[in-house]
Nanobody, 119 residues
C-alpha cells in the first residue's frame, strides 16, 4: 500500500511552466511504475507520463517534448516538469502508483492537483 500526495498545481499563462510533485509514503524503488494522468472536464482520464522503477520513461504524444517526468529516490518523490503549457493542458492532474505481478496489478491514486492554463 502507498499514499500519494500531489502538489504544485496552479494557474499559469500559456507558454509558462509548472512543476508537479508526487510524494509517496514509501520507497518509490518498490513501486513498479509511477504515472501521471490528467482529466479535463467532460473528458476521460488519460495517461500522459510514466516512469518505471528502472527509470524508463514514456509520454503521450500530446505532451512529448514539453513535459518531463523524473524521480528523486531519496525523497520518494516523482516530478512532472511541464513547459510550454497550453490552454488544452488545463486539467486535474493525478499521480498513480502501480504494483504489478504476473497475474494482477494494483493501482493507488493521489487526490489530484488542478492545473489551469489561461490563454
Amino acid at each position: 500500500q502507498v499514499q500519494l500526495v500531489e502538489s504544485g498545481g496552479g494557474l499559469v499563462q500559456a507558454g509558462g511552466f509548472l512543476r508537479l510533485s508526487c510524494a509517496a509514503s514509501r520507497s518509490i524503488n518498490s513501486i513498479d511504475a509511477i504515472n501521471w494522468y490528467r482529466q479535463a472536464p467532460g473528458k476521460q482520464r488519460e495517461l500522459i507520463a510514466a516512469i518505471t522503477s528502472g527509470g524508463s520513461t514514456n509520454y503521450a504524444d500530446s505532451v512529448r517534448g514539453r513535459f518531463t517526468i523524473s524521480r528523486d529516490n531519496a525523497k520518494n518523490t516523482v516530478y512532472l516538469q511541464m513547459n510550454s503549457l497550453k490552454p488544452e493542458d488545463t486539467a486535474v492532474y493525478y499521480c498513480n502508483a502501480r504494483f504489478v505481478s504476473a497475474s494482477w496489478f494494483r493501482d493507488y491514486w493521489g487526490q489530484g492537483t488542478q492545473v489551469t492554463v489561461s490563454s
